[in-house]
C-alpha cells in the first residue's frame, strides 16, 4: 500500500497519538478543560471548512446545528433511548435540519445566504426559548456520556476522535471529485454549474456531512458542560466563533481550522483575566486584523510564502478578492 | 376591535423608528453593496453617546439625539476611511467577516467603560400620555415618532432630489459607469456611510428613553434591520422604510394575539418567506 510510504501518514499519525496522550502529561482539570474546547472548536471549525472554506459558503448558522445536537442528546435520552444512539440520532437530526435550511438558503448568493442561515438559527434559539419541550429559558439538565474520576479526559479524547473523524473529512474534500467540485463552486458557481456539476446538491451533501460533524460538537459540549440553555448552545455567537477560528487559521486549508482554534481559544483565554466580561473584544480585534492584513489566514498566509512558483498576478488578485481561494 | 387599532396605532409608532433604522443599513448597502453587520451596535452607541449627554449636562435626550447623531455622523466616516474603503473591493464574504468585528468591538468597548449594567434615563415626558379619540398613546412615544418620521422624509427628498442624492443613486445604479462621469467614489461612499451610522445613532438617541441601555442592546436591532431592509428590497430606501412600518406593525399585532415573546420569530418566518419566495421584497424591484 502507497498510503504506509507515505511519510506524511506516518507524521500524522504520530501527532494524533501525541495529541491523545496529552491528558496524561496535564494534570489540572481546568487546564484540561482548555484543551478540550480548543479541540471540539477544531473538529467545529473543520466541520465548517466543508462548507465555508472549500464551497465557500459563509454559513454564519451553524450553531443550529450545534444546538439541535445538544438539544437532540438531551430529549431522545429523556425518550429512553441509549446514550450513544441518541448521540448519533441527534446528528441525523442535525442533517435532516440541515437539508431544509439548504433547500432555502443555497438557492441565496452572497449576503442573502450569509442572512439566511442566521435567519434560521435565531428561529431555532428563540423557538427553543418559548417551547416547555425544551425547558425554555431555563433549559435542560443534560445527561453524562462519561463520569468519574477521568471526566475531562475521557470528554477530551472524544473531542480528539470527532477532531480526527473532521480532519479525515476535510482531507477527503481536499483530494476527491467530490472536493474539486465543492471548490470549482467557490472560484464561479455559473461556470462551475455549466459544465455539468450539480451545484445544488453539491452544496447540499457537504452541508449535511458538516451539520452531521457539527452536531456530534454540540452533544459533547452540552454533556461536558452538563446543563444547556438557549443562550448557551444556539447562541450566533457560536457561529461566529466558528467561522472566526476557520478564517484566521485559513479557509479552505487543512490544518487552517486546528491552528485558528488554538491561536484563538488561547488567547481568549489569557484575555479573560484581564478584561473579564469584555474578553470578545481580543475576537474583534483578530478579526479586523484578519481581514485587513492576512485574509488568506494564518496556514493560507504561510503556504504562500513556501510556494515555490510565484502566482500569476490575476491568481493573487482573484485570491484576495475570494477569501478561501488559498489552497 | 378598538384593540386591534390601537395595537395598529402602536405598531406604526414603533414602526417609524424602524423606518429609520432600517432606512440607514439600506443606504450603506444600496450605495457599497457592504451588508453592515455592525448597525445594532452603532445604534447602541448613539444610545450611549445620548445617555452621556444626559447623565453630565443633564441634555434632554429628545435635544441630545441632535449632537449624537452628528457625532455618529462623523466617527461612521473614520470608520468607513480607516476599515470599511480597504475592504471595498473584496468579497461579501470579507466585508461581512469586517462589520462583524467592528460590531464586537464597539459592543464590548462599551461593555469595557460602562460594564453591563442597566441604566435608564427617567424624564417626565415618559409618564404622561396623549388622548386622540379612544386610543391613548405615550407622549414620548408620539414626539419620538414625530421626529422619527421628519427624519424620513427629509432623507427620502434629499437623496430623490439633492445633487448629493442624484449621485449616491447613480453609484448605487453603477458603481463603475458614476465615477467615471465626474462622482468622487470614495467621498460619497464614506458620506453614505457615515449618514447611515448617523440616522442608527439618532434611532438610538430616540429609543433611549423607553429602553433599558446595555452594552448588547443593539443586537436585536441589527437582525430587525436585515428583516426590513429584506423586505423592502435589498438596497431601496424607500422599501426599507415600508418594511420598517411593516415590522412595527406584525410585532404590534402579534404580541396582541399570540403574545411577546413570539415577535421576533414571526420577523424571522417572514424574513425566511421573503427571501425564499421574492427575493426582490414585497415592494422592492430586483436589486443586487
Not at chain 2, 154 to 163: E, K, M, Q, T, W
Request: glycine share 10%.
Amino acid at each position: 500500500m502507497s498510503l504506509l510510504k507515505s511519510w506524511k501518514f506516518w507524521v500524522a499519525i504520530l501527532v494524533v497519538l501525541l495529541w491523545a496522550r496529552v491528558p496524561w502529561f496535564v494534570r489540572n482539570n481546568y487546564q484540561l478543560q482548555v484543551l478540550f474546547r480548543i479541540t471540539l472548536f477544531a473538529a467545529l471549525g473543520l466541520a465548517w471548512n466543508l462548507v465555508g472554506g472549500y464551497a465557500g459558503q459563509l454559513s454564519l448558522g451553524h450553531v443550529a446545528f450545534f444546538g439541535v445536537g445538544a438539544y437532540g442528546l438531551a430529549l431522545f435520552v429523556q425518550a429512553g433511548i441509549p446514550i450513544w444512539i441518541s448521540v448519533l440520532l441527534a446528528g441525523v437530526v442535525a442533517a435532516l435540519f440541515a437539508a431544509v435550511i439548504g433547500a432555502i438558503a443555497f438557492r441565496l448568493r452572497g449576503p442573502y445566504f450569509t442572512l439566511a442561515t442566521i435567519a434560521f438559527a435565531e428561529v431555532l434559539r428563540l423557538t427553543a426559548t418559548n417551547l416547555n419541550v425544551t425547558g425554555g429559558a431555563i433549559g435542560l439538565t443534560m445527561p453524562s456520556l462519561f463520569v468519574g474520576r477521568t471526566f475531562w479526559r475521557s470528554f477530551y479524547l472524544a473531542a480528539v476522535v470527532l477532531a480526527v473523524i473532521a480532519f479525515l473529512a476535510n482531507y477527503w474534500a481536499s483530494r476527491s471529485r467530490f472536493g474539486y467540485y465543492l471548490m470549482a463552486i467557490r472560484e464561479d458557481e455559473d461556470t462551475a454549474g455549466a459544465v455539468g456539476i450539480n451545484t445544488a446538491l453539491c452544496k447540499l451533501q457537504a452541508l449535511l456531512l458538516s451539520a452531521f460533524l457539527t452536531a456530534l460538537g454540540g452533544a459533547l459540549y452540552g454533556s461536558a458542560f452538563q446543563f444547556i440553555v438557549p443562550d448557551s448552545v444556539l447562541t450566533l455567537e457560536i457561529s461566529v466563533q466558528i467561522a472566526i477560528i476557520t478564517m484566521l487559521g485559513g479557509a479552505g486549508t487543512l490544518l487552517g481550522p486546528i491552528v485558528g482554534a488554538a491561536v484563538l481559544l488561547w488567547s481568549q483565554e489569557k484575555f479573560k483575566n484581564q478584561f473579564q466580561e469584555s474578553h470578545l473584544l481580543i475576537y474583534g480585534v483578530l478579526i479586523v486584523l484578519v481581514v485587513l492584513f492576512l485574509p488568506e489566514g494564518i496556514v493560507g498566509g504561510i503556504e504562500r510564502l513556501f510556494r515555490k512558483r510565484p502566482r500569476l498576478p490575476s491568481a493573487r488578485a482573484k485570491a484576495q478578492a475570494a477569501p478561501g481561494a488559498a489552497v | 376591535m378598538i384593540r386591534f387599532f390601537q395595537a395598529c396605532a402602536d405598531g406604526l409608532l414603533t414602526g417609524a423608528l424602524y423606518a429609520l433604522i432600517g432606512m440607514g443599513l439600506a443606504l450603506i448597502f444600496g450605495v457599497m453593496r457592504i451588508v453592515n453587520f455592525a448597525h445594532g451596535a452603532f445604534l447602541m452607541v448613539g444610545m450611549y453617546a445620548t445617555y452621556v449627554l444626559f447623565d453630565t449636562f443633564k441634555l434632554n435626550p429628545y435635544i441630545g439625539f441632535l449632537p449624537a447623531g452628528l457625532a455618529l455622523f462623523l466617527f461612521g466616516w473614520l470608520i468607513y476611511l480607516v476599515l470599511i474603503r480597504p475592504v471595498r473591493d473584496r468579497s461579501h464574504f470579507m466585508q461581512i467577516l469586517m462589520t462583524t468585528g467592528i460590531g464586537l468591538i464597539l459592543t464590548d468597548s462599551a461593555q469595557l467603560i460602562f460594564k453591563a449594567d442597566y441604566r435608564q434615563t427617567n424624564i417626565d415626558l415618559i409618564n404622561r400620555s396623549v388622548h386622540i379619540g379612544p386610543f391613548g398613546a405615550n407622549a414620548a412615544e408620539v414626539l419620538s415618532f414625530a421626529i422619527a418620521i421628519a427624519f424620513v422624509a427629509g432623507l427620502y427628498f434629499f437623496v430623490a432630489r439633492s445633487l448629493t442624492g442624484q449621485a449616491l443613486r447613480a453609484i448605487s445604479q453603477s458603481p463603475e459607469v458614476a465615477p467615471l462621469m465626474g462622482i468622487n467614489l470614495t467621498r460619497i461612499q464614506g458620506f453614505s456611510f457615515a449618514l447611515g451610522i448617523a440616522l442608527a445613532g439618532v434611532a438610538g438617541g430616540l429609543l433611549l428613553p423607553r429602553l433599558y441601555l446595555f452594552p448588547g442592546v443593539g443586537e436585536d436591532y441589527t437582525t430587525k434591520a436585515f428583516v426590513m431592509v429584506v423586505l423592502g428590497g435589498m438596497g431601496s430606501i424607500e422599501g426599507a422604510a415600508l418594511g420598517g412600518l411593516v415590522l412595527g406593525l406584525s410585532e404590534s399585532l402579534t404580541s396582541l394575539y399570540a403574545g411577546n415573546q413570539w415577535a421576533l420569530i414571526v420577523d424571522f418566518i417572514l424574513f425566511l418567506l421573503v427571501l425564499s419566495f421574492k427575493p426582490s421584497g414585497i415592494f422592492g424591484r430586483q436589486r443586487a
